[in-house]
């Protein structure tokens, strides 16, 4: 045998190429599917060929998740999203759409968090905007000089996706710049595992706010949370927040507000607010209380990472440890600024420790992903809290000069439309004896097994006028003798009810040359009692010939178009809940009922046709929540559509063929 020993200087090469390999072999991760073979990328603009904000989103790897399902199959993702910033401002902020497309479920993003303020895991396959935390500004190269790490943002996407098995690579449809004012590139793909663009400066793009400091403006919002520091120390602070509704036909009732810790905080005391559970474990089990040794966690309010915050009842506003905070105290109620601007904010404050490294005064940091809802009010959606200029408020000496916060947020909420509203409408008119109901399951259909069975697609059937004043489930036999009568067909099964709390009859009561009137009732089948409830109507055609209204307080809606606005009159402006009738053996239960007649003038709506849909509302709110309108409005004999007259007629002319055939 033969023994060929290498040349001196190609061992040296050797050695040098093995203790290059060893490092990264002895760093992987657990054995996971064979990556595809590289690629040549496709030609595009490198990133520093980019003059403004270059976002690049790259795929890294997957594998195959448990259990095994070749229907559905689940499979882990691992991407890296990069935000740079070449151009000539600071980018304040900074917001990225991804654009999933495959059922992802986003797991864990290192540096940045869910702009609607979710928290993670989410689902985000209809995609979604990140934005930047802990890092939130990207300064300029020309302020850094060249400093990428204070220019440049990568964020470590870890989540789930379903069907696209590797090899094969499940990028997302686009990705683009979310921050207001920029113009993005078509995308430019490089191979299969990579996409970028760069975002510009949009030279049309105008704004009505000018703003020379350091911070960025103040937004607009349906709902606005202020988060201001007004007392700060090296190892904790002193927060006021304060949630000011804008909305017309916002409202919060029974407002519950949750966020998160994002640094270890803790609440030690409040005033005007409570958290909704008192627990202090997470401390004493966690590195809080490694830390404070000599605190007494008996008395802290909460240490949990999501904690949730309630209002306090009215009792509570002049008391001297959990009160006299102004705009504090009203038991979770938020009215609309139309209704009583008084009662459209509420404030509350909270003494918050903080945990190292963070032990510093000036270090400070707003929790993050907030939510706010209500017990029957609207949804709202809200942004990541921005850092704006220090807020102002009255000196407590009573003197005319101003205290500034030290640290100043802003939170942006804004309503989303719900899927399954919580009220419904129903139709009827003078001109016809049936009442048009609820859409079947207008609010959502239970689940859950019943006695009898019933259809939730069905249409729901018309009713005796008399039958809107009972409850769903007492309406059967009434609903199958009218419809006896008027010869109409029943389908089997029945249709499911309308399952919402809160029904409202539009009625078209008169109608006559100069004017005509309508006459709403609105109805509480559920137990809880509403205070200072209200309703609003859009009607497109008719708003401006609204008189007056006699049982309510009504008045046309300033800043919304076509809309009348209703409230009970002092002192009758509390909506009872249902209750039980005289001989509950014997009588059905009997829902809270408020009802007023309005009334209109033809002369400021010329050709305005009442019975022909112009009487009727277009949009219905109560309490803030869009209701569920029927299908369609009641018919007259005398006012038959040209659709109904041509599918009447078409019938005939096919039953005339028939005979003569």
Known sequence: MVVKFLKPHSLSMLTMFMFAVLPFCL????????????????????PDLCNGVFVSYTYITGAELPPRNPAHQAYRFESVLTVLNNGLEELKTWRAFVGFQHEEI?????????????????????????????????????????????????????????????????????????????LCSEPTIKGKRVTDVCCTK??????????????????????????DVTRTYDSNYLAQVTISNHHPLGRLDNWKLSFDWMRDEFINTMKGAYPYVLDSSDCVYGPQGSYYKDMDFANVLNCERRPTIVDLPPTKANDSVLGLIPGCCRNGTILPPSMDQT?????????????????????LQPPQNWRINGSFNPDYTCGPP?????????????????TTAFA?????????????????????????????????????????????????????????????????????????????????????PMPCGDNCGVSINWHLYTDYSRGWTARVTIFNWDETAFSDWFAAVQMDRAAAGFEAMYSFNGSLLEGVNNTIFMEGLPGLNYLIGETEGLDPKKNTRVPGKQQSVISFTKKRTPGIDVPAGDGFPSKVFFNGEE???PPFLPTSGSRRSRSSFLVTYSVFIMVLLVLVG
């Open 408 to 492: 100043s947020w802003q939170v942006v909420c804004n309503i989303t439309r719900r899927s399954t509203p919580r009220c419904c409408v129903s139709f009827s008119a003078y001109y016809n004896d049936s009442v048009v109901p609820c859409k079947t399951c207008a609010c959502g259909c239970s689940s859950r097994a019943g006695p009898t069975t019933c259809s939730a697609t069905a249409p729901a059937i018309l009713l005796p006028p008399e039958a809107v004043l009972i409850p769903f489930e007492n309406r059967t036999a009434m609903a199958l003798a009218w419809s006896a009568i008027k010869h109409r067909p029943v389908p089997n």
């Open 343 to 363: 009662k459209s904010s509420s404030v509350f404050q909270m003494e918050v420790y903080k945990m190292p490294p963070d032990l510093n005064r000036s270090e």
């Open 106 to 182: 986003l797991v864990s993003a290192s540096g940045a968090i869910l702009a609607d303020g979710t928290s993670l895991p989410a689902a985000v396959g209809n995609g979604t905007v990140l934005a930047g935390f802990p890092q939130s500004d990207l300064k300029t190269a020309v302020q850094t000089a060249g400093n990428v790490e204070l220019m440049q943002v990568q964020v470590k996407l870890v989540g789930t996706q379903f069907g696209v098995k590797p090899p094969a690579v499940p990028m997302p449809v686009n990705i683009s710049l979310a921050n207001d004012g920029f």
């Open 202 to 227: 949009d030279p049309t793009f105008k704004t009505n706010i000018t703003n020379d400091s350091e911070f960025l403006p103040r937004q607009s919002g349906d709902l606005t949370i202020m988060y």
């Open 27 to 46: 760093s992987q991760s657990p054995p996971s599917p064979p990556a595809e073979p590289a690629e040549s990328p496709a030609p595009g603009p490198a």
């Open 627 to 629: 209701c569920s309108l």
């Open 386 to 402: 921005v850092r704006v200029s220090p807020s102002q408020f009255l000196g407590p000496n009573g003197l005319p000069s101003n």
